[in-house]
């Protein structure tokens, strides 16, 4: 499939890396300390290329994100090999809107009784967030001490797949809890949304500049 590197980077982001399929749900990316990384995530068109292929229809389907849905290699070829009408493009259509949604409103509905509460909540997904950061991204010993190492790669997964993801969890739980926040707390939240924000969208279309992470965040949430 011959998609934009923005329309890519947006299907698997969205769908953080998961099969699309309700009843699957299989973790695309598959990391070998040996070999370096590789995923298994399959860009399987709605509407296919072909007016004969599945789902076909006059004209075909483009290669875009609109008409991408992010599968297992299974899910895809079992979905492409099963009789006509079996898999429609409006289901398919269904189950990834479905899934996006359950994606980006993870932690929404969760409700704590105290401050330290949401924080220890925080807390744990900004560790993962470190830890990624610090074992991959550009400041990291990897990238510093060896240029040449495909970990870049890696890093570009696991900011679609991790940190996208948690940062979208971190903001929906302090919006489902804001009552516990003072004002001082609430003007970090803003910071660090400010900042998650921007930041998915230059993994997207690269901005000329974006919000960097807000250390003051860290010291007002981290326990």
């Known amino acids: ?22 009843g ?8 070998l300390i040996e ?4 995923n298994v995530g399959e860009m399987a068109h709605i509407i296919p290329h072909s007016e004969k292929g599945p789902r076909g229809i006059e004209g075909g389907g483009s290669d875009t994100y609109d008409n991408s849905i992010l599968l297992c290699p299974t899910c895809h070829r079992h979905i492409d090999k099963s009789p006509e009408g079996t898999f429609t493009s409006e289901q398919l259509h269904e189950w990834k ?3 996006e949604t359950a994606i980006r409103t993870l932690n929404s509905q969760v409700k704590f009784e105290s401050i330290e509460e949401l924080k220890e909540a925080a807390t744990n997904l900004l560790l993962e967030n470190h830890i990624v ?7 990291s010993d990897v990238a510093i001490n060896d240029p040449g190492s495909n970990a870049y790669l890696l890093w570009g997964i696991r900011k679609m797949d991790t940190i996208i993801p948690n940062n979208q969890k971190i903001i929906n739980m ?5 009552n ?32 960097l992470f807000p250390a003051s965040f860290s010291e007002a949430f981290l326990i």
Request: proline share 2%.
């Open 35 to 38: 070999t370096g990384n590789y």
């Open 133 to 139: 950061w610090k074992e991959l991204g550009p400041q």
């Open 1 to 22: 499939m011959a998609m934009s590197d923005s329309d890519v980077k947006l299907l698997w982001g969205r769908a953080a890396g998961i099969c699309s399929n309700p």
């Open 174 to 178: 302090i919006e489902a809890n804001i």
């Open 180 to 211: 516990l926040l003072d004002s001082k707390l609430y003007r970090e939240f803003l910071l660090f949304k400010n900042h998650a924000v921007s930041f998915e969208a230059n993994q997207y279309a690269r901005l000329d500049t974006y919000s």
């Open 24 to 31: 699957c749900r299989a973790d695309l990316t598959k990391v």
């Open 97 to 99: 809107n479905s899934h």
